[in-house]
C-alpha cells in the first residue's frame, strides 16, 4: 500500500459499468457533456486489503511503501447525471463484487472454465 492507506477510493462492479454503457449508448445525441460512471461509495485503501485478505483466506501481510507526491488522498465519482439522465446507478455491493471476482479468479487459477465458476 502506497501511503498509510487511509486514503479512499472507490471501486465499481464491471456488471454495473457495462449497464451504464449499455444506457450511456441508448441515449439520445442530444445527450451531451460528461457522464461519470462509477460508484460513490469509498472505502480506504488499507481496509479494502484487509477485506480481501479475509475473503481470501491469504496469509499476505501489507506492506507500506511511500506515497507518491500526486496520490489524491479521495477519489470519488459525482454520478448525478448518470442517475439522472441514463437512470443509472451501482447495484453490486463492494462485497458481492469482491467475491464474484475471487471466484472468477479462483477458477481461473485451477484452470477450470470460468463461466462455471461464476
Not at 448525478?80 to 439522465?85: H, K, T, V
Not at 455491493?93 to 472454465?113: M, N, S
Request: aromatic share 6%.
Amino acid at each position: 500500500i502506497y501511503g498509510d492507506g487511509s486514503q479512499t477510493r472507490s471501486f465499481c462492479y464491471v456488471d454495473d459499468l457495462i449497464d451504464g454503457f449499455l444506457r450511456f449508448s441508448a441515449k439520445p445525441k442530444d445527450c451531451t457533456g460528461p457522464i461519470n460512471l462509477g460508484n460513490p461509495a469509498e472505502i480506504p485503501v488499507r481496509q479494502l486489503a484487509d477485506i480481501v485478505i479475509r475473503m481470501t483466506g491469504s496469509r499476505s501481510r501489507i506492506v507500506h511503501l511511500p506515497a507518491a507526491i500526486d496520490d489524491p488522498q479521495q477519489r470519488r465519482p459525482d454520478i448525478s447525471r448518470a442517475n439522472e439522465l441514463l437512470k443509472w446507478q451501482p447495484r453490486v455491493p463492494l462485497e458481492i463484487g469482491l467475491e464474484r471476482t475471487i471466484v472468477y479468479f479462483d477458477a481461473l487459477l485451477a484452470g477450470r472454465k470460468v463461466a462455471e465458476a461464476v
